[in-house]
């Protein structure tokens, strides 16, 4: 199975300032796609942004912006001007493109907005 | 688009009871749903993929005969917690997929359930 690794449990930021959160995963396929969830307090999965592995360019998202390295497999997100509402649980997924449907998640980094 | 509607959001029950947690894709067909578990501050488990009109695959170590999954249509899956015991109080949550295979995950608003 595939394996994806948020390396910061707990993360913060000054508000208006940016952050980046890292994610690695790890895997021997070629097609496959990337994302980053939220989850605030009020436990609501959402998507943030998404990544498709054949495209080159970084995917971007008003102030949410990736840094796609597929030779490292690296995955990581950037909050520009970070608000207070940016705070919550973030996860990072894999899902194969080839060989099934199932997400992987990572474990997770909280982040803190500081006012 | 794309509104997963999961009921209840909140259930408390006595050990030994059974409880049954719906999962909607109210939009759109769903094709695929998953079921996770998530544990305070921890990721999501995933539990089972349901399949519409098939049986439920289930992740290593998850006892299929405790929660039985069920796919009927295209818009319902339901999972129900058999003889419910105090360490099954988690918090549950589906997700569901559309017909496209590159369609990210829709998640329900989850199921805080306590087995008291």
């Known amino acids: 199975a595939q394996t994806v690794t948020q390396s910061q449990p707990e993360m913060s930021v000054q508000e208006a300032e940016t952050v980046t959160l890292s994610c690695t995963y790890d895997?021997?396929?070629?097609?496959?796609?990337l994302f980053w969830y939220k989850q605030p307090p009020s436990r609501q999965m959402i998507l943030v942004i998404r990544q498709e592995a054949y495209k080159q360019q970084n995917a971007t998202e008003n102030r949410f912006s990736v840094n796609f390295q597929k030779a490292a497999k690296s995955f990581s997100l950037k909050i520009s001007d970070s608000q207070l509402g940016d705070a919550a649980m973030y996860f990072c997924?894999?899902?194969?493109?080839?060989?099934?449907?199932?997400?992987?998640f990572g474990t997770g980094t909280s982040l803190t907005v500081i006012p | 688009g794309a509104v997963v509607s999961q009921h209840p959001s909140r259930v408390i029950c006595k050990s030994g009871t059974s409880v049954k947690i719906e999962c909607r894709s109210l939009?759109?067909?769903?094709?695929?749903m998953f079921w996770y578990r998530q544990f305070p501050k921890k990721s999501l488990m995933l539990m089972a993929t349901?399949?519409?009109?098939?049986?439920?695959?289930?992740e290593q170590g998850v006892e299929k005969d405790k929660f039985l999954i069920n796919h009927a249509s295209l818009t319902l899956s339901t999972l129900t917690v058999t003889s419910a015991h105090p360490e099954d109080s988690s918090f549950y949550i589906c997700s569901a997929e559309g017909q496209d295979y590159n369609s990210p995950l829709h998640f329900g608003n989850g199921t805080r359930l306590t087995v008291t």
């Open positions: 997924a894999y899902r194969s493109a080839n060989t099934g449907n199932q997400f992987y």
């Open positions: 349901s399949n519409e009109g098939s049986k439920a695959t289930y």
């Open positions: 939009d759109f067909q769903a094709t695929t």
């Open positions: 895997t021997s396929e070629s097609d496959y796609y």
